[in-house]
């Protein structure tokens, strides 16, 4: 609340968000009007703020996950918005895309990605990581460039891949070099071992 009583935007969508939880919740029965009046109300506040519904869990929660779209100028207003949130029976709130790693395969227009046949090497750059990755059948063009942050967002989450990656090349895979590179199912290991040294 300001000084004055009035109530922030992050409030206001909440207060309107919660007058409408239970049919977000069920949102497969009208989901193209619930997600376009969703999209309008996070435009309110940034218009790169996107969202992400998860599936219902066993105990009747949703992950409600609210996204800047990797565009790290609007990271502060996602984590504003998230802090504002109140606390939901049927929902959890959720800042950034999150790292799945039961994933295998990212799929973006015509490209499908196999973490299979991702690589990398990466170097320490003051308290950042910087990879060049090696693509299997990579070509430099804006399509590829785009799947590739969809692939590190889902390895490691949105947040560590535009906070704490310093610089990312791509490159198409020389398959002689496998022996030099790691799989990209080990960033994650190491993004986490780096935050503790870099800690402590």
């Given at each position: 609340?300001?000084?004055?009583?009035l109530?922030?935007?992050?409030?206001?969508?909440?207060?309107?968000?919660?007058?409408?939880?239970?049919?977000?919740?069920?949102?497969?029965?009208?989901?193209?009007n619930?997600?376009?009046?969703?999209?309008?109300?996070l435009?309110r506040?940034?218009s790169?703020?996107?969202?992400?519904?998860?599936?219902?869990s066993?105990?009747?929660?949703?992950?409600?996950?609210?996204?800047?779209?990797?565009?790290?100028?609007?990271f502060p207003d996602?984590?504003?918005?998230?802090?504002?949130?109140?606390?939901?029976?049927n929902?959890k709130?959720?800042?950034?895309?999150?790292?799945?790693?039961?994933?295998t395969?990212?799929?973006f227009k015509?490209?499908?990605?196999?973490?299979?046949?991702?690589?990398f090497?990466?170097?320490?750059?003051?308290?950042k990581?910087?990879i060049?990755?090696?693509?299997?059948?990579y070509q430099n063009?804006?399509d590829?460039?785009?799947?590739?942050?969809?692939l590190?967002d889902?390895?490691?989450?949105?947040?560590d891949?535009?906070?704490n990656?310093?610089w990312?090349?791509?490159?198409?895979?020389?398959?002689?070099?496998?022996?030099?590179?790691?799989?990209?199912?080990?960033?994650?290991?190491?993004?986490?071992d780096?935050?503790?040294?870099?800690?402590?």
């Amino acid at each position: 609340m300001s000084i004055f009583g009035l109530k922030t935007k992050e409030q206001k969508f909440w207060d309107w968000f919660s007058k409408r939880s239970e049919r977000y919740f069920e949102f497969e029965k009208e989901q193209e009007n619930l997600f376009d009046e969703l999209k309008l109300r996070l435009n309110r506040i940034n218009s790169d703020l996107t969202f992400e519904f998860g599936p219902t869990s066993q105990n009747r929660q949703r992950e409600f996950i609210i996204s800047a779209d990797g565009i790290k100028k609007s990271f502060p207003d996602v984590i504003k918005l998230v802090k504002a949130a109140p606390e939901y029976s049927n929902f959890k709130i959720i800042a950034f895309r999150q790292p799945h790693m039961d994933f295998t395969q990212i799929i973006f227009k015509d490209i499908q990605i196999d973490f299979r046949d991702v690589f990398f090497r990466y170097g320490k750059d003051n308290g950042k990581i910087g990879i060049e990755l090696n693509i299997r059948g990579y070509q430099n063009n804006n399509d590829w460039g785009s799947a590739s942050f969809i692939l590190l967002d889902t390895i490691i989450g949105e947040y560590d891949t535009e906070m704490n990656l310093s610089w990312i090349e791509r490159k198409e895979l020389n398959e002689k070099e496998l022996t030099k590179l790691l799989p990209i199912t080990d960033l994650p290991k190491i993004m986490a071992d780096y935050k503790k040294e870099i800690q402590n």
